[in-house]
């Protein structure tokens, strides 16, 4: 039986569901239709922040020709690890074709009621991870639905959810695959009131020749597929009854797409204006992707609907063969298309992508295979990296949006969650075509302007692998072999390893993990240990980051995200250094001699730290730590990680330099003061205050740099608060442009190095070595074997998140010799913030300064350093 969602085809008669034939093939019948009650949508995001509902709601669909009592029957509501959380008992009747909406609890927000309910629970379910089961009164399971993460599913889970979306079970298909039957999409609850589901046409049923095919109760009127598409976002003849002819352009057999495009014949090659009507239009259609190919020319005759803004030919649609089409030509691009009005003129149209792309976004290639593209030769940057946040941030964002599209893989599945897709190979993604943000794209063969969830361009079938036949694109591979040549005797980096832990999950008591497509544990979820959960996976995190810190050629290495070990409550008793000496042995044994050392903990440490922290490690050959670590106790970093400050000697120098770690608070959570900066950017700005405040009090005299995980983007306040106290940003001036991490397509920089003007007059170079930050998740140690294909290398790119910055400069003229080296056991107290009357120094030697340098010079407020203000 086959039924129609809607949100494929509102409100269309039951007469007007019609077979499909192909010439003189036999009308199909989807064999995998239910034949029982199912659950048709789930959505739990109601009264959420930013949700238009107030309830969550789960709702019943009958596919069949009988109604169906379901007193007695039970819903469930189970957590995502699988636990019963709400048991409600159902009564009433589904009709036949029909809906059955059924309330569960409210939140405390959202602006309209549901439909009047068919029934009322009080489930609080989850607006990301759950699972809904429904069983008849004899207790026989009769469907079962998980999404997000979720262990209670049917093979594998539908797409997680947020507060304004639900999952929706596609075309009435049940293939006892939640991923596979189910998309997302905008909640669209529907009582059993509203006008049903056409009654399916049985696949027990003979299915009738071409010359007997079911004619609709509404005469198809015979248009150009222009006329279907209109001259504005919605089509004039959604809910119409249409016959229409065309060239077929694209065909998707497999991937989820279920469908065709097919355009007027003749037409193309001519660009269009943004009142000019679109000749092309996707046809969902199963039967026809898998039976018609590119270059047919077809009759189809369907229903007009919008589909996520997609027009399409949908419903029980027949599609015959004809002879005598004229070809159809791809209209090239010399730019993309900015505004909605000019691309919805190309849409469902083949067009050829003639100007440069860059790509910007490569996040969700591991997951949906699409890779977002920024039309001409840069990223798009975070406005805040560029401009001053408010106004002049937003005037680039605005920017940025009307130069970005994504190029989709011609499927709708989602490689973390479809087994099909697990199992398939990644598109695109390859060592030799890691397709990172800043590579160049070039378009070898047209494309499809496609709108779904945003506009695409969309191959003209799926792309599977990086070696397909139907990739449209070719891409440069712009790895840096090196890091950035920055001169000087002494080179000081910074670098996040993203929480790298030697204590791991499967040894945490309850700790849950991310498993692989084959179910083995990966990474933890959410326990105290924040890194590999196995030995084998830790193994893998440790030899790409031994890697890239062996090949930095820095002397002296921050780290950030590295365990506090003294902080891992279930397993007391260890040192505080126990995962940092681990690390420097591996690197000394990767070396194959003793090159490095860690500065240790100082004696006494701020109570209750993270259960991350931060460290120094150094070239025994090239520096030499001159007294103890201090680190900056004040409550403004209660919610980060406090400051860590070490004096360094280089060998042959009597001179020395004070290094400052730091890793402010993340943006992740906290307040949100409102201006555009994520959250907790007043402490941020807090923690800068007090950071420079200490410095400049007990250091003064001496060449500092202060570097690290900021979590600040350039022109944010917290780093503006760190210039104005006198620092340079010295990657931004030796290097603009320069970006360590990338987040929903666009990049920036969170990590730093600034230098007062002791230290900023030593400088020859600064730069960022770009081996994470544009790199593809798919390349990191955390997701090896979610893909058939295995990108795991033991090499430096995807070694962790963030790129390190790295700095060189030289010391000149000797003044006094050091103290001694520290150890674990003489070392100061935290030391308080320069509120306190206390001034405290890392050592007692010090340092002069023979000039001072204007921190920023040629710097222009609400501009970056060599970037434009707006329209990056």
Known sequence: MTTIPRRVLAGLSALSCVAMIIATQPAHADSETASHVVINEVYGGGGNSGATWTHDFVELLNPTSSDVSVTGWTLEYLSAKGKVA??????????????FLIQEAKGDGGSKALPTPDATCTAFMSATKGSVRISDAAGAVVDLVGYGA????????????????????????????????????DP????????????????????????????????????????????????????????????????????????IYIQTPGSGGTAKKATDASDGVFVYSSWAAANVKVGDCVSVTGTVTEYHDLTEIAGSTRVNRKHGCVPVKATELTSLPRTDAEREAYEGMLVKPVSGYTITNNYDLNQYGQIGLADGDKPLYQGTEVALPGKDAEAVEAANKVKYINLDDGASWNFMTNAEAKNSPLPYLSQDTPMRTGSH???????????????????????VGSDSALSPITAENNRPATPPAVGGDVKLASFNVLSYFTDLGQDEPDCKAYVDRDGNPVATDYCQVRGAYTPEAFADQQAKIVTAINGLGADVV?????????????????????????????????????TWSYVPSPSVVPPNEDVIRSAFIYKVGKVSPVGASQILSDPVFANARQPLAQRFQPVGSKRTFVAVVNHFKSKGSGEDDGTGQGNSNPSRVAQATALTGWVKTNFKDDPVFLLGDFNAYAMEDPIRAIKDAGFSEVVEEHNPGAASYQYSGRVGSLDHIFANPNARELVSGAGIWDINGSESVAMQYSRRNYNVTDFYTTSQFGASDHSPAVVGFSMQAPTLSPTTTPSSTSSPSPVTSPASTTSASLSTATTSASSTISPTSGYVPGTRLGLPSTGV
């Not at 494309?447 to 779904?452: A, E, G, P, S």
């Open 441 to 463: 794209v070039d378009f070898t063969s047209p494309v499809i302007m496609d709108q779904r969830f945003g506009w695409n361009f969309q191959p003209t079938g799926q792309v």
């Open 150 to 185: 979720a262990t209670a599913v049917e093979k594998a889970s539908a797409p997680g959810l947020s507060n304004t979306t639900s999952i929706e079970r596609r075309n009435g298909v049940d293939t006892d695959d939640n991923s596979a039957d189910f998309e997302v999409g």
């Open 86 to 99: 709400n048991t409600c008992a159902l009564s009433g009747t589904v009709k036949a074709g029909g809906h």
């Open 558 to 594: 921050s780290l950030e995200e590295i365990e506090n070990s003294a902080r891992i409550t279930w397993h007391p008793g260890q040192s505080r250094d126990a995962s940092l000496a681990h690390l420097v042995d591996a690197l000394n044994k990767a070396a194959g001699t003793k």
């Open 188 to 259: 669209t609850p529907t009582n059993s009131g509203s006008v049903p589901t056409p009654t399916p046409i049985s696949s027990a049923t003979p299915n009738p020749g071409p010359t007997e095919n079911p004619r609709p109760s509404e005469n198809p009127v015979e248009v150009p597929i222009a006329t279907i598409q209109g001259e504005g976002p919605t089509s004039p003849l959604v809910d119409k009854t249409v016959t229409t002819v065309g060239v077929v352009t694209a065909a998707y057999p497999t991937g989820g797409f279920n469908g």
